[in-house]
């Protein structure tokens, strides 16, 4: 069976096991007043936190799901 996602075709498993993923990112806001997302993820709070940069304004934690 095969499902359609946004033009691309990819096989589906509805066995497959999944992962449970999570982390932390920073997110920010400029001098323009846009909001953006770091690139990074990090395994805890307080490791995001201690690299955050100037015009941060959250931290938050973000999960999600990877085939085993």
Not at 3 to 9: A, I, L, T
Not at 16 to 41: C, F, H, M, Q, T
Request: with cysteine.
């Amino acid at each position: 069976e095969t499902s359609m996602n946004h033009g691309s075709c990819s096989l589906y498993h509805p066995y497959s096991k999944k992962i449970r993923k999570e982390g932390w990112i920073n997110i920010y806001r400029d001098s323009d007043n846009w909001v953006w997302p770091s690139a990074l993820v990090f395994d805890t709070e307080q490791d995001a936190k201690e690299v955050a940069k100037d015009y941060h304004i959250a931290t938050i934690k973000i999960e999600w799901e990877e085939d085993e």
